[in-house]
Nanobody, 114 residues
Framework: QVQLVESGGGLVQAGGSLRLSCQAS????????MGWYRQAPGKQREWVAR??????TIATSVKDRFTISRDNAKNTVFLQMNSLKPEDTAVYYC?????????WGQGTQVTVSS
């Protein structure tokens, strides 16, 4: 059973930082590409970052501020978010695919106050 559990969200002032974590179970974590998405109120879910065993990619809109990393020993993927802006306010979701089927965590709320 695949399970993704996000944590680390919260309320932060503009310019602050947060580190999100997503712990995975039920998958061969080191072989899976892991992704972060976010969904702001009234908007569609958008891709933020992904990391495979070989490379990482960050969305252009956050490239200079966000970093994705993984710890295969802990089955955990991280999203380090720096210089946060009010427009980063959203629910952040962890994602992975297994044989073409997408799995999502429950999400963690990030709120950035101005």
């Amino acid at each position: 059973q695949v399970q993704l559990v996000e944590s680390g969200g919260g309320l932060v002032q503009a310019g602050g930082s947060l580190r999100l974590s997503c712990q995975a179970s039920g998958i061969r974590f080191s072989l899976n590409t892991m992704g972060w998405y976010r969904q702001a109120p009234g908007k569609q879910r958008e891709w933020v970052a992904r990391i495979s065993s070989a490379r990482s990619t960050i969305a252009t809109s956050v490239k200079d501020r966000f970093t994705i990393s993984r710890d295969n020993a802990k089955n955990t993927v991280f999203l380090q978010m720096n210089s946060l802006k009010p427009e980063d306010t959203a629910v952040y979701y962890c994602n992975t695919d297994v044989y073409g089927f997408g799995y999502w965590g429950q999400g963690t709320q990030v709120t950035v106050s101005s």
